[in-house]
């Protein structure tokens, strides 16, 4: 496991059979005797970063950078792998989603933000041909505007993390190894010192959140400080990841996709196909409002993330250009429909099918602010239901003597405007 397979194939013809086998019997000796001794685990990943150093150094990082990636580092990082084996119990709806990120806040932020970077977002559409918008957007999505940079305590040191994963997720193993060369190359670099090389349990870092391959692909040093610092640096972030839409072929001056009104029926069938938006009139396919599709001979593919019920889109080429960043529909779009938002574009004109029990942005909030009040519910008023507030949905419903479901329901939120305060 430890040597590479081409390695030891390399090692078992130049120096003999002979010199492999005991190397390999030494290797299993040794694992047996720290499966024996369940106490030396801590020594286990010290043994195993000690034996990764030589790929680093193949890859041009210096013992010294090596030795400070992992200074004071003992044991994996466990909360790594507690959020790595996180699998949330339920299935967002497109509409959940959209409500808790395409936020008035958000829009409001990124409109302030727009003005105060004016200068540095022009630099940037001028050099990538992305507009401010999309990157504002972009920028909201992956750290909330730099917010979670500063709750330090959820972040992770990026080498120990990845680390963590090659030695001890399976799953990740392969990713774990692959990011860990490539996030000590952007310390050998001396783009961030290892102390502040923080990041999300899978490497992502900065205000854009880039994992360590991309940001060595992508990482622009806009300011001209010498340094790609997207973990401070405003200007290099935004830049890094224009970068990464301009050299996944964005389409400068174009936009992501429109909404559409579908003809009756149900359109289903043709999900994923591809034409002109002239052919797409042609089946019945209709911009809200009778406005009309700019540059009828552009090439678009229809989606419906609500299904049949809902508002059609007809997606262009930047869609699946911010696909290359996030490879989710449900991200795609809400970065589009934000940019939209943040540049003064209407909402979407078309309802989403919503569940009549289900509740309204507002009213989610209101729903986790009672669920704090009556003390169900510790996390933070954001109109976003994850775990945590369904957890807490749950708690109450036993308490109250409900069935319990842990839904989001209007029948939740009647039921604990009526309980007083404990
Ligand atoms: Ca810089």
Known sequence: MLLSHRRGIHL?????LLLALLLSLGAISAWAAAKDAPEAAGGTFRQWLTEFYPLAAEQGVSAAVYSQAFAGVREPDTRVLEKARYQPEFTTKIWDYLDARVTPLAIQQ???LGNRHARTLAAIKARFGVRPSVLLAIWSM???????LTRTKRLHAVPRALATLAYADPRRQKFGRSQLLAALQILQAGDISAAEMLGSWAGAMGHTQFIPSSYLAYGVDLDG??????????PDALATAANLLAKNNWQSGKTWGYEAVAPPGDQTGLVGTTKTLAQWEELGFRRPQDQAFPRPQDRAVLKLPAGPKGPAFLMLKNFFVIKRYNNSDFYALAVGMLADRIAGYPPLVQPWPRPPWSLTMTEKYELQQLLKKR???QGVIDGA???ASRRAIR?????????VEGKPSRDVLRALRRQPSS
Do not use: K, M
């Open 375 to 377: 003390g169900f519910y």
């Open 385 to 387: 239901i994850g775990s």
């Open 395 to 403: 708690a109450f419903q036993q308490q109250a003597g409900l069935a």
């Open 12 to 16: 078992l013809f130049s120096r003999g």
């Open 110 to 112: 990124g409109q302030q």
């Open 142 to 148: 992956e750290s909330n505007y730099g917010a979670i």
């Open 225 to 234: 400080d010498g340094r790609r610092d997207i973990w401070n640096s405003i």
